[in-house]
Nanobody, 121 residues
Framework: QVQLVESGGGLVQPGGSLLLSCTTSGFTLADYAIGWYRQVPGIKRKGVSCISKSGDNTYYIDSVKGRFTVSRDNANSTAYLQMNGLKPEDTGVYFC??????????????WGRGTQVTVSS
């Protein structure tokens, strides 16, 4: 059974940091690209970052470049999103998703249930 479980979300003050984890099971992580997405109520889910199967290629939306770092540990079936310098506009539910494709999209095959990130003073 394929599972992706996000963890590490929470409430943090502006400027703070969080490390999100995406723990996977039921498939070989090394065969899948991993994407991180953010959803805010009333707004379409937005892709935040993507990492290739090997981890050699990464992608970030402009608003998080220089602050977020995506990584993966295929041996331990886990992907990560290190978020530094958090801003209130980073608030949302963060999802990880996996797909056999070489790139990320909004049609990823498998999705986690999300973890809430709230940036507020």
């Amino acid at each position: 059974q394929v599972q992706l479980v996000e963890s590490g979300g929470g409430l943090v003050q502006p400027g703070g940091s969080l490390l999100l984890s995406c723990t996977t099971s039921g498939f070989t992580l090394a065969d899948y690209a991993i994407g991180w997405y953010r959803q805010v109520p009333g707004i379409k889910r937005k892709g935040v970052s993507c990492i290739s199967k090997s981890g050699d290629n990464t992608y970030y939306i402009d608003s998080v470049k220089g602050r977020f770092t995506v990584s993966r540990d295929n041996a331990n079936s886990t992907a990560y999103l290190q978020m530094n310098g958090l801003k209130p506009e980073d608030t949302g539910v963060y999802f990880c998703a996996a797909d056999l494709s070489t790139t990320c999209s909004y049609d990823m095959a498998y999705w986690g249930r999300g973890t809430q990130v709230t940036v507020s003073s």
